[in-house]
């Protein structure tokens, strides 16, 4: 399952260090790496992953892609409260939702 999240087109993007920052107020270990096909950014003692899209430092898009063995709710609701702090919106079939 993934859940896609991104910025509203009238914000700034965020840095990709303002969102490990996000991140690690939520408790987290994030770990960034950069790869050829796209950024990632991996949860220490999880299998859930995020996917961002990275322009120099800069991102406005992002997936949450769901580990299949994580229990509901977790890591998920503390990713999506660090993207909301952010001003991050959800998207889904019906549109922009927020996050906070």
Known sequence: METLIKLPE???PSTITEVLASLRKEHFEPRHESKAWGDWIYLDTYT???SIESNRGLSTHATIEHGEDEEEG???TSILRAF???G???IDDDGE???A
């Open 84 to 86: 909301g702090r952010l």
């Open 10 to 12: 009238s914000a700034a």
């Open 88 to 90: 991050w919106m959800g």
């Open 74 to 76: 977790e890591p998920t």
């Open 97 to 99: 939702y927020p996050l």
């Open 48 to 50: 859930t992953v995020i």
